[in-house]
């Protein structure tokens, strides 16, 4: 059986386990109030406003308000859902699952009229179908430059979409199909509206893919894994085992959530600074060890916007020092990336890859006054309980939307429809 008949079964299969499902909510939960505190960026005003100019049926919701095309509201929602950085990732693979399959799964719903539940299952189905395909995929599909979020999350976003449109097993196949000849996103686009962009595109993806297959459009059944197809032509592996335990192991509930509103490969580094309770003056050197693969992606050196200061471990590690909130999105500015102190403070700062190290791992090394040097080290895979995870993101999800909001949107994730949460994700202010 080929990948793509593997997958359209799991899409179509039933959905076990119920620490699963809860994190497929708090991962929904998250990806609301990064959404709606996004719906102020930039690219937000220009996506929204393009794909109200260009109407259409009005099926689905966007996010900021108004109803467009399902289609249209999934790329725009996937990469509003983007903009600030600060969803989901998920470290098997390198890519942030819910932005990319949950604006697909909710578009389909709205317009199919589909329940909350449905919803969560189809959402659940997509992202561990992403996951999965990035694994499939592998490490050279992402070291050679590709968003993995963009293309392994277009085939969960088809998979959750098709699942809400009813799809047989061979109209999925053929979604998956549809996918792999649409799927795109680099991640020369980092530092850049082409990053949260590439989420959009995925999402948007998924819900054409599986919209045409409803329509009987047929495309290549092995467009994924056959001659010429997805994974051979863009450096895939082909890693038979990603599909090991597909249905009764959950890999999305080991997903990650950010606590800093920056690049998930920073976060480790982060936390092992805290933990040393420096302050700047005290600070002659810094030398922080990451896996070499974190180099390629948020190691930019001297970034002179907020946004790239998103990817530079010497800007967030003179920010820690310096006791700037790094889980507060308005200190990740253009103003902040050029602050006096913090470039020179990031001048100190030497960068390091460590294969010995894991993804999520860092090791942190500051020479202090006085000649002395302190060491600090964390790991993002510790674990965590459902419930502390809960806590931690309502107290994020207040920090971005305020209390009395953050407390709605809890309670709108836990509806018996999907109502309370779009009339959330409509809201201008």
């Known amino acids: 059986m080929n990948i793509e008949a593997r997958l359209a079964e799991f ?3 039933p959905v076990a386990g119920e620490g699963a499902r809860e994190m497929m909510r708090l991962s929904l939960f998250d990806w609301a109030a990064c959404a709606i505190a996004g719906v102020e960026e930039p690219l937000a005003a220009v996506l929204r406003e393009k794909a109200l100019e260009e109407a259409g049926t009005a099926q689905a919701s966007l996010i900021g308000g108004g109803k467009v095309p399902m289609r249209a509201a999934a790329l725009v929602n996937g990469a509003i859902s983007h903009a600030l950085d600060y969803d989901d990732t998920h470290f098997a693979h390198i890519g942030h699952p819910s932005v990319a399959v949950i604006p697909a799964a909710l578009a389909a719903a709205e317009a199919r009229g589909a329940g909350f539940e449905e919803m969560i ?23 050679i430059g590709f968003h993995q979020t963009a293309t392994a999350g277009a085939f969960g976003a088809a ?43 995925a999402a948007e993806t998924g819900i054409e893919a599986a919209d045409l297959a409803t329509r009987g459009f047929v495309s290549s059944p092995a467009g994924m894994s056959g001659p010429q197809g997805f994974g051979p032509t863009h450096a895939g ?24 509103a920056c690049c998930h490969g920073l976060h480790a580094t982060i936390e092992a600074l805290k933990s040393l309770g420096l302050a700047a003056g005290e600070i002659e050197a810094v030398t922080i060890r990451t896996h070499p693969r974190w180099l390629t992606v948020c190691n930019k050196p001297e970034p002179d916007t907020g946004l790239a200061a998103k990817f530079s471990y010497r800007h967030v590690a003179a920010m820690v020092l310096a006791g700037v909130d790094t889980s507060a999105i308005v200190n990740f500015s253009d103003k902040m990336a050029k602050r006096p102190d913090l470039v020179a403070l990031r001048s100190r700062v030497v960068v390091d ?36 995870r809960g806590g931690k993101l309502r107290l994020k999800a207040a920090g971005l939307l305020g209390t009395p909001r953050a407390t709605a949107l809890w309670e709108a994730v836990r509806a018996p429809d999907l109502a309370p949460l779009t009339k959330l994700l409509q809201l201008t202010s």
């Open 237 to 260: 592996i082909g890693e038979e085992d990603a599909m090991e335990g597909l249905g009764e192991r959950w890999r999305m509930e080991s997903v990650s959530h950010k606590f800093h």
């Open 11 to 13: 899409a179509l299969g």
């Open 159 to 201: 998979m959750a979409a098709g699942r809400i449109m009813g799809l047989s097993r061979d109209a999925m196949v053929q979604a998956l199909g549809l996918a792999a000849t649409r799927a795109s996103g680099l991640k020369s686009q980092f530092g850049t509206m082409g990053k949260p962009y590439n989420a959009g595109i």
């Open 353 to 388: 890859g460590d294969a010995r190290l894991s993804e999520m791992e860092a090791r942190v090394e500051a020479n202090v006054t006085g000649g002395a040097t302190r060491i600090g080290s964390f790991d993002l895979d510790a674990p965590m309980s459902l419930d502390e």
């Open 121 to 143: 299952d189809a959402a659940l189905i997509g992202a561990e179908g992403s996951v999965r395909v990035g694994l499939w995929l592998g490490r050279d599909h992402y070291q």
